[in-house]
């Protein structure tokens, strides 16, 4: 991919979402949101792509990742009016459908095309198939850490706004009580990631987004994780009792070993 390539493939991105500006009031805040969400990702991705040393050729490959990744939020928004998949459609799917539909990777080689459309259309699988050999997971991987590293932040920012100014289906729709759900506690506590289907108050689904903790694939994903330090701000807003309390330090923890001892790209490839 030349880098004209993705320059236009960043002018039709702004173009795109353009589209969407006729919206109302309450949908253009959620619009926006996945909007600031791809910018940042693809600010996120440049710092991966060169904290894991990849060559000028895989960061561009990894930009168009970045800014197609998410594109089906936009109809999947406008169609369902959320961000759940599970009531309306996979995002991932839609976003393919988007990028098919305006031949946005028309110009490129079968091989180089297959590869961002397979990052796209496996961003925000639960775990990772095996079957996928590299250089697909590069990308996969690259994507998955990117996109939770900017959900960390469009979720703490989330609870810094005021209530008639949050972006409202950034929280799922669940309940804002003031308890966590043992078993999200003990998934946490045990290093692994929490399932939607197991999350029943707003509190589990921050407990949820600790977890991803325990999903990043790159030293520089911990770096960045730790340098931000998304993750001592969410268990801030979060009511722990003493066993959510040392899950949390478990995970605090594992971000700091891994931002020093994570093996680095080049080492595994
Ligand atoms: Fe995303």
Redesign the pocket.
């Known amino acids: 991919m030349e880098q004209a390539q993705l320059d236009r493939l960043q002018q039709w991105f702004e173009a795109y979402v353009r589209t969407y500006n006729d919206i109302d009031e309450e949908g253009s805040r959620n619009i926006l949101l996945k909007v600031e969400?791809t910018r940042k990702?693809c600010g996120i991705m440049e710092l991966l792509a060169e904290g894991e040393g990849l060559t000028a050729e895989e960061t561009r490959i990894a930009g168009a990742v970045a800014l197609l990744?998410?594109v089906g939020r936009f109809p999947q928004f406008r169609r369902w009016r959320t961000f759940r998949d599970s009531d309306s459609d996979n995002h991932a799917r839609l976003g393919i459908e988007v990028i098919r539909r305006h031949g946005l990777l028309d110009g490129l080689p079968d091989a180089e095309r297959t590869l961002i459309e397979e990052a796209v259309r496996f961003h925000n699988l639960l775990a990772l198939p095996l079957r996928f050999k590299s250089p697909t997971t590069l990308y996969i991987r690259l994507i998955r850490d990117a996109?939770k590293l900017d959900i960390w932040r469009v979720f703490f920012d989330y609870f810094r706004q005021p209530d008639d100014l949050r972006p409202s289906a950034v929280t799922l729709g669940f309940p804002d009580l003031p308890e966590v759900t043992p078993a999200c506690v003990a998934e946490l506590a045990a290093g692994r990631i929490i399932r939607l289907e197991d999350v029943r108050v707003l509190n589990d689904f921050k407990l949820l987004q600790i977890s991803w903790v325990y999903d990043l694939n790159f030293r520089s994903s911990y770096r960045l994780l730790q340098e931000r330090g998304h993750i001592p701000a969410l268990a801030a807003t979060i009511p722990l009792d003493e066993p959510a309390r040392q899950a949390v330090a478990l995970a605090v923890a594992a971000i700091e070993k891994n931002a020093r001892e994570y093996p680095q790209l080049t080492a595994s490839t």
């Open positions: 969400h990702v990744h998410d996109d």
